[in-house]
């Protein structure tokens, strides 16, 4: 009902700017005295004026826009995960210029919602990829600084990996990552207490970070999938040519979702969560 209220307020705006246009067009009252003449004609010299057809350019016709925007479909419902077959997609080890938006464009194409852990290193350097993450409505993860090992890390040196990519995210003017994936794996509960976040592990993992053929990735996924799986894979090349056959194979039996609404989880949750 949201969406379309906000169509329907949509139109009112874009009608009236049909009408400004059309107003704009028509001749303007005319003086009736000379000396109201030359006032008007020196102030038309000393002042640019911006006309509404200015303003709105042709290719930017407000009856096209209103066109295009009540051509694109609402965004699909999220499902209650309690009830429907969910798998949550999560990709590690990114952002990457050779695969990211290979991935982004697959998902964009079906619609489906993703999480991306993200290397904080990489992040800068990638901004358009990051973006449009945050954009096409999927979630972003802190996947630490550097990739370490944090087992081998002191506790001031974790934070600093944390907070470094923290930085960087919000640093491109995106919300801030709320959920944490360890390197390897490798994490230990008494780190509970100073990552305040909801460490997030999996129960799907097809391990394409040592496959070299697309179809073995895709392969693999499929026979595992299940409902309430969080499938870990890695944002990289073979990946990227896989995901696509991925989604389509998968689409028909389960719903696709991010890690939060996979899990339901509240704004303040915290522990280790591996799936459904």
């Known amino acids: 009902m949201l969406y379309f209220a906000a169509i329907l307020t949509a139109a009112a705006v874009l009608m009236a700017a049909v009408e400004l246009r059309s107003s ?7 003086a009736t005295t000379t000396t109201s003449i030359k006032s008007v004609q020196v102030a038309a010299s000393q002042t640019k004026i911006h006309t509404v057809n200015q303003l709105l350019p042709e290719q930017d016709n407000p009856s096209n826009s209103l066109v295009r925007l009540l051509a694109t479909p609402p965004p699909p419902p999220t499902p209650d995960c309690a009830v ?3 798998v949550a997609l999560t990709f590690d080890d990114g952002p990457n210029a ?24 990489k ?15 999927h979630e972003i993860g802190n996947h630490t600084w550097a990739h370490p090992n944090l087992t081998k890390l002191t506790q001031a040196q974790i934070e600093q990996q944390i907070s470094q990519t923290q930085t960087a995210v919000t640093g491109l003017g995106l919300q801030p990552p709320k959920l944490f994936r360890p390197p390897y794996e490798a994490f230990t509960k008494s780190m509970l207490t100073y990552i305040h976040m909801p460490v997030i592990l999996w129960n799907i993992d097809p391990k394409d970070w040592k496959e070299k053929d697309p179809k073995n990735i895709v392969a693999i996924v499929e026979t595992q999938a299940r409902s309430g799986g969080l499938i870990v894979m890695h944002d990289k090349a073979v990946t990227a040519a896989a995901i696509a056959q991925i989604i389509s194979d998968l689409k028909p039996k389960f719903k696709f979702v991010t890690v939060t609404e996979l899990l339901n989880l509240p704004p303040d949750a915290q522990g280790i969560f591996i799936g459904r």
């Not at 998902?107 to 904080?120: Q, S």
């Not at 990638?126 to 449009?132: F, I």
């Open 98 to 121: 050779d695969s990211t938006h290979i991935i982004l464009d697959a998902l964009k194409k079906e619609r489906v919602k993703a999480t991306f852990f993200v290397i904080g290193l």
């Open 24 to 30: 704009s067009n028509k001749t303007p009252f005319a």
């Open 123 to 137: 992040v800068a350097a990638n901004k358009d990829s990051m973006q449009r993450m945050q954009k096409d409505g």
């Open 84 to 86: 429907a077959a969910c």
